[in-house]
């Protein structure tokens, strides 16, 4: 992964789950992770374990529902590291629940973040990508991106969303690279903020075959790792034993 090696990655949702992971991963083959996410502290502890570990990384606390926030963490890792390589939209949340339970308030969050939170990383990179002429967007849909399941409805319209926004952006700027990146359930905080008590009970036995965060980051290290003459547009990778 020698195409990993030295470049600088922004990672959204990087204090949990599979921003962490990826941060770990991306890190210990060389590239400078700058890492966002709303806890400061777990941020914080991040950095720290890689550079004691022998890598680069630095943090800032953000909510990617705000664009400014996400355009001071674009423009702290060009300030430190000179260009912006990869920006991984990756922060996401997924309080399921049917459409008649009305949870009105939770399905305006999911659009905040897993929509707008993409646009927003989208809006902060591509000014400095198209400057530099080259670039990475990698952004996090789920298999939920694919197909709707009871309780998923705005959760999985918000994953949709994902994909049409990667392939309008890899159609647009033919000189970037665009990923997407589909997980199916994964060991991570995703999904611990549903209220409705039965759909929290069915994905806690869902969980039972959730893989390790390591293996998306792993994909995602594939996908950075290519040539640069080749963009890999879309990984899924689910379970062995999930049907979904």
């Not at 941020?43 to 374990?49: I, R, V």
């Not at 905080?189 to 806690?204: F, K, P, V, W």
């Not at 995602?220 to 990984?235: C, K, R």
């Amino acid at each position: 992964m020698s195409n990993i090696s030295g470049k600088t990655v922004v990672i959204t949702g990087a204090s949990s789950g599979i921003g962490q992971a990826t941060a770990r991963v991306l890190a210990a083959q060389g590239a400078n992770v700058v890492l966002g996410a709303r806890r400061a502290e777990r941020l914080q502890a991040l950095a720290d374990e890689l550079t004691a570990a022998g890598g680069r990384a630095s943090w800032r606390a953000i909510d990617v529902t705000q664009l400014e926030d996400v355009q001071a963490l674009v423009a702290q890792a060009k300030a430190e590291h000179g260009r912006v390589d990869v920006v991984i939209n990756n922060a996401g949340v997924m309080p399921l629940s049917r459409l008649d339970a009305g949870k009105v308030d939770e399905w305006n969050r999911m659009i905040d973040v897993n929509i707008r939170g993409v646009l927003h990383g989208i809006s902060a990179g591509l000014p400095v990508m198209q400057a530099q002429g080259s670039g990475q967007f990698i952004n996090v849909s789920s298999i939920g991106g694919h197909a709707v399941f009871p309780t998923s409805a705005v959760y999985c319209a918000t994953k949709f969303a994902v994909l049409a926004i990667s392939e309008g952006l890899r159609q647009e700027h033919t000189d970037l690279r665009v990923t997407v990146i589909s997980p199916g359930v994964t060991t991570s905080e995703l999904g611990h903020d549903i209220s409705d008590a039965g759909t929290r009970a069915y994905m806690d036995d869902f969980r039972a075959l959730a893989m390790p965060a390591d293996a998306i980051a792993n994909a995602i290290a594939y996908a950075i790792g290519q040539p640069d003459t080749v963009d890999v547009s879309e990984i899924i990778v689910r379970p062995t034993a999930s049907p979904y």
